[in-house]
């Protein structure tokens, strides 16, 4: 997984859920395959992290695409959206009450700033920089680091 950047775990496993298991302090790592959520929080919630690269369909409006597949064991979604798989930086952190979203299969965010506004309430900005500065660390090969 972490080897191969193509393979379909290596954003939302290998990368989103190690850089943010390093960014919150005190959180519980559930085990590959965990159902329904990835982390426990220091107060107990069950967050499940979903992660997107900017898709640019030439027909629609540029938009992140994040599977919830009516996710009802989840107290939160942490939601991490890069602009692309190959250069990997982080432009936003969602963190959602899983009853603003688990009734959905899919969540589409679309990158205009009136739809942005929407989800603004939700945007974790404080630690946005410091997941960029660990994606850097990842890409660079000091992922330990981070």
């Not at 603004?120 to 960029?132: A, P």
Request: aromatic content about 10%; some cysteine; charged content about 30%.
């Amino acid at each position: 997984m972490s080897i191969n950047k193509e393979c379909n775990s290596f954003l939302g496993v290998y990368v989103a859920e190690n850089v943010l298991s390093r960014i919150f302090k005190n959180v519980e790592k559930m085990p590959y395959g965990n159902p329904g959520f990835d982390f426990i929080c220091n107060k107990g919630y069950k967050i499940d992290v979903k992660s997107s690269t900017l898709r640019d369909n030439s027909n629609r409006t540029p938009r992140w695409g994040f599977t919830i597949n009516k996710n009802k064991i989840a107290d939160y979604f942490l939601l991490l959206a890069f602009n692309d798989r190959k250069n990997l930086v982080p432009k936003h952190i969602w963190l959602v009450p899983g009853k603003e979203i688990n009734n959905k299969v899919d969540v589409s965010i679309t990158n205009k700033l009136e739809f942005l506004e929407k989800w603004k309430q939700y945007e974790l900005e404080d630690k946005l920089e410091k997941v960029i500065t660990c994606c850097n660390k990842i890409k660079s090969g000091e992922e330990a680091l981070c």
